[in-house]
């Protein structure tokens, strides 16, 4: 399939970007990696008249550290959290779910923003960010905000951005010490969506009872759930048995509360109770996770 025909303009700083985005107006669209949006062109369910190539600004592309947390600009590939053993050691959630995207062809193309600003039922990176309570700094002509990863994600591929704004940072808040995180995907063929998503972020107090908990769905419902139920039973308990138990049973309820995805790769009943069984892998590994971790302070110090 060929997709209608367009206008390609690379922007050239993210201002530039802006001023092509004010002028083209409903017309233009913002290319990131293209992993989403060429299929859809090629589908023809798009089609943008104007092509706005934000995907090689250096401006969104760094990795930054700063004192309570890490930015990814937008167009970090996922390949580049995979390869910065910064990341990998400091949020295995991230690093996680950024290896089970697709296959290496997209993971070096895909984005951070693209993958949140696209907003499929079924992304990784959705829960990944609800679990690591991460923050969308949104960005337009007229000026900047940020939104939490709760309240970005409004509906299938509809988030809180508004006409012309574009994702340019995500923020991750570091994870303390005695942290582990987790993400889980059950999918049909390996580099598939997936038909569940599980992520899972704890940090232990010195007892071994839980002091915070990030818990969050995927590829369940039509938006990622954060299910703050489940963090709730958790905290101020050691994340075994009963409070395992309990938590999933706050999941199985969350889950009765929506209208699950059904398809034919993936019945509602499926997704129900395959949720549950990668929910409490994904706490299992969370914790075995943060019970062996080593204090930040001694941990590797430089993001790339
Ligand atoms: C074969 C295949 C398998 C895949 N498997 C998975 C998977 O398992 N899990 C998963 O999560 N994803 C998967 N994806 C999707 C992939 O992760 C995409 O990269 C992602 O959904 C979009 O990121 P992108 O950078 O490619 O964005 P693009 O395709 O360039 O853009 C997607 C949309 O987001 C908008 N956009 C892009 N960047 C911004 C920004 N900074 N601000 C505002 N709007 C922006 C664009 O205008 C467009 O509407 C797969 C894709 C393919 C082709």
């Given amino acids: 399939m060929y997709p209608a025909r367009f206008n390609y303009t690379r922007a050239e700083s993210l201002e530039h970007a802006f001023e092509l985005l004010t002028t083209y107006g409903e017309e233009g669209r913002s290319l990131a990696g293209g992993m989403s949006l060429i299929p859809l062109m090629k589908l023809r369910l798009v089609s943008p008249a104007h092509l706005i190539d934000i995907g090689r600004l250096a401006e969104l592309s760094k990795i930054e550290r700063r004192d309570n947390c890490v930015a990814l600009g937008a167009v970090v590939r996922y390949a580049q959290i995979e390869e910065s053993r910064w990341l990998v050691d400091t949020f295995p959630l991230l690093a996680e779910a950024v290896s089970v995207i697709g296959d290496v062809q997209v993971r070096n193309a895909g984005t951070v923003g693209g993958n949140l600003a696209h907003a499929d039922p079924a992304g990784d990176l959705a829960p990944a960010a609800l679990a690591l309570n991460a923050s969308v700094v949104c960005r337009s002509a007229k000026g900047i905000r940020t939104v939490a990863a709760d309240a970005f994600f409004q509906a299938p591929y509809t988030t809180a951005l508004e006409p012309n704004e574009l994702v340019t940072e995500v923020e991750i808040p570091f994870p303390g010490n005695r942290s582990g995180g987790a ?85 509602a009943e499926y997704r129900r109770e395959v949720i549950q069984v990668i929910f409490k892998r994904a706490l299992a590994l969370a914790l075995e996770r943060a019970q062996s971790s080593i204090p930040l302070s001694d941990a590797t110090t430089s993001p790339s």
């Avoid at 409070?243 to 929506?258: G, S």
Wanted: charged share 35%; aromatic share 2%.
């Fill in 183 to 267: 993400h889980l995907k059950l999918e049909r063929r390996w580099g598939d969506f997936g038909n569940a998503i599980a992520s899972v972020q704890l940090e232990l107090r010195e007892d071994g009872r839980c002091r915070k908990a990030g818990i969050a769905i995927g590829a369940v419902g039509e938006v990622p759930l954060r299910i703050k139920s489940a963090e709730g039973v958790l905290i101020g308990e050691r994340p075994e048995r009963e409070a395992v138990r309990a938590a999933a049973e706050e999941v199985r309820k969350a889950v009765e509360t929506i209208e699950p995805l059904s398809d034919l790769k993936a019945p």
